[in-house]
């Protein structure tokens, strides 16, 4: 009988409206449909579970022998796999959102269950009771929106353009919390006649292409080119003016915790985050908003983005993406001909080349994988990574004490 703690794994595909249409089926080798490709799965989230080999899931592979897969660490702490691994490819501007932290996810679980809101709910806030934080790392140039402005950064910004200068009183007397809640309460009337002068100069520089992306003008002619004609105008287009617009390049990356608004505008991504789909959501979307619930989790003070380069161990190839998440651990791996990537799996790993090919060996068992392809490694496994040429792998974990 074979006890090998390597396996090839095959992840879930989300075809979410603001997904691109090849970067995800290249990369992952499938037959591109005309559909939206938004998000690359690889985990043991009950609603997309990974495939190992062609009969088995991996949330039920875990939930048969947690401490055969995962380990008793991890398995006593969290009780199943703490994170999901997954790529992005970003082509429009998602939603601007917040994620609440772990007690207060439990309890708003608990209480939109008491009230008999089904989990599928359009309306409903909290599909589950657990905490997302998470960490991207970029695959190409990567736009987003990161956490409020410095105060005199901010309110600069309402000073210098003309539609905001009567919120400059309010946030002065106010703050933070002052500025959003109001801009959030207004009516879908009130945000058409307040922002329609801003959108009406901002489009035809937008179409003649002569505004930069580090530009809010950019971001919020390209989120209204998007809507159909004659639409209402978003409220999400004040965050884009009051929060950090922050371009990451390749290989940088940005850690956003629970309380952290936040949104992706472009670009593609590795992204970790702990194993939860718990969003609370504030403008860019056509998909519920609760502004009473989303001010309760709002983190409301400065944010100075911290663009993360990793920490490069000793081996020389393996680059770690520190964060205060326990949840998990993301790392980057280059290796060229040669080169013998070595490490034991303290829990369940799971690792998907980005370029090139590399042959993984546990054991007895050899699985070559090349770009997109993934694999599983179970606690305890003791692992090789070999290639030819070059390759680059990304490898999620969690850590263990």
């Not at 879908?188 to 035809?204: F, H, Q, W």
């Amino acid at each position: 009988m074979s006890t090998t703690k390597l396996f090839p794994i095959k992840g879930k595909v989300q075809n979410y409206a603001w997904g691109g249409a090849n970067f995800i089926p290249e990369m992952i080798g499938i037959e591109k449909e005309d559909q939206p490709y938004a998000e690359y799965w690889m985990g043991a989230h009950d609603n997309a579970p990974a495939k190992v080999g062609d009969d088995q899931f991996l949330n039920e592979m875990i939930k048969s022998n947690p401490e055969a897969t995962i380990g008793k660490y991890i398995n006593d702490k969290f009780g199943r796999l703490p994170f999901l691994f997954k790529v992005l490819d970003v082509k429009d501007v998602l939603s601007i959102q917040v994620h609440p932290t772990k007690v207060e996810a439990e309890k708003g679980f608990a209480r939109e269950n008491a009230e008999g809101i089904p989990v599928t709910a359009s309306h409903r806030n909290y599909k589950d009771d657990n905490h997302k934080p998470e960490i991207m790392v970029a695959l190409s140039e990567f736009w987003l929106l990161h956490g409020f402005k410095p105060k005199a950064e901010l309110r600069e910004t309402l000073v210098t353009v003309p539609e905001f200068n009567d919120l400059v009183e309010i946030f002065d007397a106010e703050g933070y919390y002052g500025l959003y809640k109001t801009v959030m309460e207004y009516s879908a009337e009130t945000i058409n006649e307040k922002l329609r002068s801003l959108v009406d100069r901002v489009m035809p520089l937008y179409n003649e292409n002569k505004i930069e992306k580090s530009s809010p003008d950019y971001w919020t002619a390209k989120s209204v080119a998007l809507n159909p004609e004659g639409a209402d105008l978003d409220r999400g287009i004040y965050s884009i003016y009051f929060f950090n617009i922050v371009r990451a390049d390749i290989g940088d990356a940005i850690f956003q915790d629970a309380g952290l608004p936040h949104a992706y505008m472009e670009g593609q991504n590795m992204e970790l985050m702990a194993n939860s789909d718990n969003v609370l959501r504030g403008g860019l979307t056509p998909k519920h908003i609760d502004v009473p619930e989303l001010l309760k989790h709002v983190t409301f003070e400065e944010t100075i983005p911290n663009i993360m380069k990793g920490e490069l161990q000793e081996d020389g190839f393996e680059r770690i993406y520190k964060s205060p998440a326990p949840d998990f651990e993301l790392s980057r791996v280059a290796i060229s001909a040669g080169d013998d990537y070595k490490s034991v799996a303290k829990t369940a790993q799971i690792i998907i080349v980005s370029e090139g090919e590399a042959t993984v060996t546990e054991g007895d068992t050899s699985v070559i994988i090349k770009r997109g392809e993934v694999v599983l490694l179970l606690v305890d496994a003791d692992y090789t990574i070999t290639t030819t040429d070059k390759a680059v792998l990304f490898k999620a974990t969690a850590p263990v004490a």
